[in-house]
T-cell receptor, first 120, second 109 residues
Framework: GAVVSQHPSRVICKSGTSVKIECRSL??????MFWYRQFPKQSLMLMAT?????????EQGVEKDKFLINHASLTLSTLTVTSAHPEDSSFYIC????????????????FGPGTRLTVL | SQQGEEDPQALSIQEGENATMNCSYK?????LQWYRQNSGRGLVHLIL?????REKHSGRLRVTLDTSKKSSSLLITASRAADTASYFC?????????FGEGTQLTVNP
């Protein structure tokens, strides 16, 4: 099956620093990647949709200057949390879709294992 | 904003019993999917049911979809302790997945 990895799996940083999270599709090329945020005991909230080679589309209420997304290749998308604050502490999950997604096969969205961010 | 609501929010049963979780959604969907998440881990896709389907089975899983009521249910039969996890429904509209609030299932040995 299609495998998506995230790195790091866990990161602790000081308030005011920036943190980069990588999302990689290991055995397929993903034209679209998605970034979600999940607070404890809550559901996943879509933050942004990232298409290779173009600017990400952010959901309402998500600050694009704070959550920088780069999808430079078909196998890698990065999320950078800039000037992180304790309220940014969360579980960040990415997903990647196969090219067939565009043909209306939405189940071809594969999730990474998540990154736990703790901002002190 | 979250589209779906799930009921119950938490469910605790004994091993061997069946577990039923319900999900409601507000907007139109192309299909509905169920995912499982173990604590602090990523999502595992369980099953997809298309909007023109009413029921689907996969192993010990049975999913129903009622588009007139905008609701779906997930039944896990003969539950096992290893089924302990959070279960989320997600409606698909276009390219978007919108997740429900989730049900925390605990299966006691």
């Amino acid at each position: 099956g299609a495998v998506v990895s995230q790195h790091p799996s866990r990161v602790i940083c000081k308030s005011g620093t920036s943190v980069k999270i990588e999302c990689r599709s290991l055995d397929f090329q993903a034209t679209t990647m998605f970034w979600y945020r999940q607070f404890p005991k809550q559901s996943l909230m879509l933050m942004a949709t990232s298409n290779e080679g173009s600017k990400a589309t952010y959901e309402q209420g998500v600050e694009k200057d704070k959550f920088l997304i780069n999808h430079a290749s078909l196998t890698l998308s990065t999320l950078t949390v800039t000037s992180a604050h304790p309220e940014d502490s969360s579980f960040y999950i990415c997903s990647a879709s196969l090219p067939g997604f565009q043909r209306g096969t939405p189940y071809e969205q594969f999730f990474g294992p998540g990154t736990r961010l703790t901002v002190l | 904003s979250q589209q779906g609501e799930e009921d119950p929010q938490a469910l605790s049963i004994q091993e061997g019993e069946n577990a039923t979780m319900n999900c409601s959604y507000k907007t139109s969907i192309n299909n509905l999917q169920w995912y499982r998440q173990n604590s602090g881990r990523g999502l595992v896709h369980l099953i997809l049911i298309r909007s023109n389907e009413r029921e689907k089975h996969s192993g010990r899983l049975r999913v129903t979809l009622d588009t007139s009521k905008k609701s779906s249910s997930l039944l896990i039969t003969a539950s096992r302790a290893a089924d302990t996890a959070s279960y989320f429904c997600a409606g698909t509209s276009g390219s978007r997945l919108t997740f429900g609030e989730g049900t925390q299932l605990t299966v006691n040995p």
